[in-house]
């Protein structure tokens, strides 16, 4: 099992800026994709943004231009930059890692509430 630990979501103003943390509990020396999801209420669960070992990232148009995703190896950590914020982000947003081992591995932090007013 690897655990994932969110941090960072809260409350903001419009325009308003946040960055979530994500640290999973192990080292993953294996292939990997790292990242976020969200999903706000009656919605489906969507792509941020995400980030592999090797830093080539995939992210939605939602986040185009505000949110910048960011690793540290050594640290087993994602981050997620998010500026400009705006009411149709709140949301909460999921850490996710699928480890390429075979058969892959998924695990999913519990959760961030993220909130923007206005």
Do not use: H
């Not at 099992?1 to 080292?27: F, K, Y």
């Amino acid at each position: 099992q690897v655990q994932l630990v969110e941090s960072g979501g809260g409350l903001v103003q419009a325009g308003g800026s946040l960055r979530l943390s994500c640290a999973a509990s192990a080292n993953i020396f294996r292939r990997n994709v790292m990242g976020w999801y969200r999903q706000a209420p009656g919605k489906q669960r969507e792509l941020v943004e995400t980030v592999t070992n090797d830093r080539s990232t995939n992210y939605a148009d939602s986040g185009k231009g505000r949110f910048t995703i960011s690793r540290d190896n050594a640290r087993n950590t994602v981050y997620l930059q998010m500026n400009s914020l705006q009411s149709e982000d709140t949301a909460v947003y999921y850490c996710n890692i699928v480890i390429l081992t075979f058969p892959t591995q998924n695990y999913w932090g519990q959760g961030t509430q993220v909130t923007v007013s206005s």
